[in-house]
């Protein structure tokens, strides 16, 4: 038994990838001998991420569509009609067992050739509201993992499951070591410490809000962990010479700095929110207004039924509604609990979290056992 080959379609976000690299993770343990493919789009954080995890990596181009007629119409034809010629070779070259479909448009030009090949086909789904991409390649799937069971509707029924969102495992081994993380990223250990970030690639609305009520969180006392994204890094290095002030471009072990926190202000994106709840830690979320069918917003209401967060649309985004927000969860965890901001360890909402990754793979392996392979 020499092992499957898997081909992992997940592009365009870190949202797509992070949860397909936790899914691999297991895949090393359950399917030994065999390998692992990446398509994605593009864009430099793929390539950059996939060439540090040395995984094997192609990519193509794909992108969205109006649905009027005009010239973005046209370009998105030709962008299209060429990436679809190079899915197919990807396909050729990687000889893939089964595709795993993690959303984006270079998931659906790959899943279109498996579908005709006969090549069994996954989706994993993060959103509450899933995109264009999984909502088709979903009726050609032999199984739709999700990662909230409000998403299931919008699937044929009969072949979802509720997983949960694969976590790294990275991520997942920091819960509950606020002492640990703190001194580990040499910070004062009883300051409320406030973790800011945007999506994967940063968000700049955040951080120029954030930027102008900074010196007050300082007086405050707060230590403010800062992902700024790349292109604002430079910025942020000039704002305050204060030590409490730490601007990071990327984390590629956002674990330890979730850990290290009693608050974060961020996106809603979906890897984000489970994250979230799997800390446990309360949050001030401002969905990305343009992301597709405002989805970071449900994502968001999502969160809120489960935990402290406090929702800011980005058009009432301002330094005084960002300041009320924080002093409003500051207060209310001084309120319940003496210890809150030293210990607001997560109580586990959801245990499926830490099993999502392996219950993928399993099924995936199993299947395929069981199943004949695209030779
Ligand atoms: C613009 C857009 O359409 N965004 C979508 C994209 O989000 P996007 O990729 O921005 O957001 P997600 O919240 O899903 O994922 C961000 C991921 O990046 C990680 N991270 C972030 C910063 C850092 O320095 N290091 C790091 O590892 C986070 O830990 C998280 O795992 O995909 C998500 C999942 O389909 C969607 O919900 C989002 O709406």
Avoid at 186 to 191: C, S
Wanted: glycine share 6%; proline share 5%.
């Amino acid at each position: 038994m020499t092992g499957f080959n898997i081909l992992i379609a997940a592009g365009g976000t870190g949202g797509h990838i992070f949860p397909s690299l936790a899914i691999v993770e297991e895949l090393r343990e359950l399917n030994p001998g065999g390998k692992v493919f990446f398509v994605g789009s593009t864009r430099r954080l793929e390539k950059e991420l996939f060439a540090s995890q040395k995984l094997p990596f192609f990519a193509i181009k794909a992108r969205g569509w109006n649905r009027t007629l005009d010239i973005d119409l046209l370009k998105a034809l030709v962008t299209n009609l060429v990436g679809i010629w190079q899915a197919f070779y990807v396909i050729l070259k990687t000889r893939p067992n089964a595709l795993l479909c993690m959303g984006s448009y270079p998931s659906l030009l790959t899943a279109f050739w498996a579908k005709i090949l006969g090549i069994p086909i996954f989706v994993h789904e993060q959103n509450a509201l899933p995109g264009m991409a999984n909502r088709i390649v979903g009726r050609w799937a032999k199984q739709i993992f999700v990662s909230v069971p409000e998403s299931k509707s919008h699937f044929p029924q009969e072949k979802v499951i509720v997983t949960g969102n694969p976590l790294r495992k990275d991520l997942l081994c920091w819960k509950n070591r606020k002492t640990e993380a703190r001194e580990k990223l040499a910070l004062k250990p009883d300051n409320p410490t406030i973790l800011v970030m945007g999506g994967s690639l940063g968000a700049e609305i955040i951080n120029t809000t954030l930027w102008k009520i900074l010196d007050e969180l300082i007086h405050e006392s707060f230590q403010i962990l800062h992902i700024t994204g790349d292109r604002d890094f430079a910025t942020a290095c000039k704002i305050t010479s204060s030590e409490r002030y730490r601007p990071i471009p990327f984390s590629n072990s956002p674990g330890v700095l979730y850990a290290a926190s009693d608050l974060v202000i961020c996106r809603s994106g979906a890897s984000t929110i489970f994250e979230l709840l799997w800390f446990g830690i309360p949050s001030i979320l401002v969905p990305l207004k343009e992301a597709a069918e405002n989805h970071q917003y449900y994502n968001a209401l999502w969160l809120q039924k489960k935990q402290k967060v406090e929702i800011i649309q980005e058009e009432e985004l301002t330094p005084n509604s960002l300041k009320e927000a924080i002093k409003k969860l500051h207060q209310s965890s001084k309120e319940n609990t003496k210890q809150c901001w030293k210990d607001q360890d997560a109580t586990t909402i959801n245990p499926s979290l830490e099993k999502a990754a392996r219950i993928i793979a399993e099924i995936i392996v199993e299947d395929l056992k069981g199943g004949k392979s695209f030779e």
